[in-house]
């Protein structure tokens, strides 16, 4: 089958070591996250964000099959893009824990049973491997799909900023900072609302429950403009040159090493937990972030 045979000559390629890599770098995440859910199931989360991350890395919107996707390229006979195609070399490298625990969880079932459910069990393990791996592979090519993306955004808000800049040196070039001081006022409130007042019954905790609802996805709007306004600052050639994978980068971080200890922990709401170090890592982002700007390029 083509699609296995590229994908075991990707393994090997030169050009994805990089993805093996970062694949290999998932492992331990992926032991941990899914040592309470293991063997029945496994958690993605570590390979997704590895595909997002080589994604990003091999995302080339330039190249001749740059657009072309794995059901595209499996539909006409081309190649997926790198991009794509690194994202699932870092799954299937990802997926390293999952076989052996696979493969030693239906070996013991298959003991506990007996006649015709054993052979079964016994004969539905060449099956169960690949599909595991497949399932690790697509986490990490959704993921690639997502670091693509944001590939091709960086480009296109690079390409908008040197426009800008041309047509108004002096000025400002970008209006997505009042994005991010709108959450550095609405975080805070929302927090000390939820957790200083918290209000248990009523009006009162309906507000709390609306106002988290509210703040979770602002605050991926304000992740987004954040970084929009440092490859836009950062383009202009300014006084100031952002580093936006730091600004960005460390709320993310946050948000997997809180999950990680929660799950360690055994918490009863380790993505909760994580949310909550996201938004409060991403209020201090916001605010040296901001500082900074006013500092250099005058605004806020």
């Given at each position: 089958?083509?699609?296995?045979?590229?994908?075991?000559?990707?393994?090997?390629?030169?050009?994805?070591?990089?993805?093996?890599?970062?694949?290999?770098?998932?492992?331990?995440?992926?032991?941990?996250?899914?040592?309470?859910?293991?063997?029945?199931?496994?958690?993605?989360?570590?390979?997704?964000?590895?595909?997002?991350?080589?994604?990003?890395?091999?995302?080339d919107r330039s190249a001749e099959n740059g657009d072309v996707g794995p059901?595209?390229?499996?539909?006409?006979?081309?190649?997926?893009?790198?991009?794509?195609?690194?994202?699932?070399?870092?799954?299937?490298?990802?997926?390293?824990?999952?076989?052996?625990?696979?493969?030693?969880?239906?070996?013991?079932?298959?003991?506990?049973?007996?006649?015709?459910?054993?052979?079964?069990?016994?004969?539905?393990?060449?099956?169960?491997?690949?599909?595991?791996?497949?399932?690790?592979?697509?986490?990490?090519?959704?993921?690639?799909?997502?670091?693509?993306?944001?590939?091709?955004?960086?480009?296109?808000?690079?390409?908008?900023?040197?426009?800008?800049?041309?047509?108004?040196?002096?000025?400002?070039?970008?209006?997505?900072?009042?994005?991010?001081?709108?959450?550095?006022?609405?975080?805070?409130?929302?927090?000390?609302?939820?957790?200083?007042?918290?209000?248990?019954s009523g009006i009162g905790f309906a507000v709390s429950v609306l106002a988290?609802?509210?703040?979770?996805?602002?605050?991926?709007?304000?992740?987004?403009?954040?970084?929009?306004?440092?490859?836009?600052?950062?383009?202009?050639?300014?006084?100031?040159?952002?580093?936006?994978?730091?600004?960005?980068?460390?709320?993310?971080?946050?948000?997997?090493?809180?999950?990680?200890?929660?799950?360690?922990?055994?918490?009863?709401?380790?993505?909760?937990?994580?949310?909550?170090?996201?938004?409060?890592?991403?209020?201090?982002?916001?605010?040296?972030?901001?500082?900074?700007?006013?500092?250099?390029?005058?605004?806020?």
């Amino acid at each position: 089958m083509p699609p296995i045979r590229n994908t075991l000559a990707d393994l090997t390629a030169e050009r994805f070591r990089t993805a093996v890599l970062v694949g290999l770098a998932t492992i331990p995440f992926t032991v941990a996250l899914s040592w309470e859910s293991a063997p029945t199931s496994f958690s993605g989360t570590a390979v997704f964000a590895a595909g997002c991350l080589v994604g990003y890395r091999y995302g080339d919107r330039s190249a001749e099959n740059g657009d072309v996707g794995p059901l595209e390229g499996y539909r006409y006979g081309k190649r997926p893009a790198a991009s794509h195609r690194a994202g699932v070399v870092a799954g299937v490298v990802g997926s390293l824990p999952a076989v052996p625990w696979s493969i030693a969880h239906m070996l013991d079932l298959a003991r506990s049973l007996s006649g015709w459910r054993a052979v079964i069990t016994a004969v539905s393990l060449p099956v169960a491997v690949p599909i595991v791996v497949g399932l690790f592979a697509l986490s990490g090519a959704i993921g690639a799909y997502v670091g693509d993306w944001v590939a091709a955004r960086v480009d296109r808000t690079r390409d908008r900023a040197r426009s800008r800049a041309d047509a108004d040196p002096g000025g400002d070039v970008s209006g997505w900072w009042r994005w991010v001081a709108a959450y550095i006022l609405l975080a805070p409130a929302v927090l000390l609302y939820v957790f200083a007042v918290q209000p248990d019954s009523g009006i009162g905790f309906a507000v709390s429950v609306l106002a988290l609802f509210v703040l979770v996805p602002f605050s991926v709007a304000a992740v987004v403009a954040l970084f929009e306004d440092a490859v836009i600052l950062q383009e202009a050639r300014r006084d100031w040159v952002p580093n936006y994978w730091v600004y960005v980068g460390a709320p993310l971080g946050v948000y997997a090493l809180v999950s990680l200890v929660a799950t360690v922990l055994e918490s009863a709401n380790p993505s909760g937990d994580g949310i909550y170090g996201f938004v409060v890592a991403l209020w201090l982002s916001s605010v040296v972030y901001l500082h900074s700007r006013r500092r250099h390029v005058g605004t806020p």
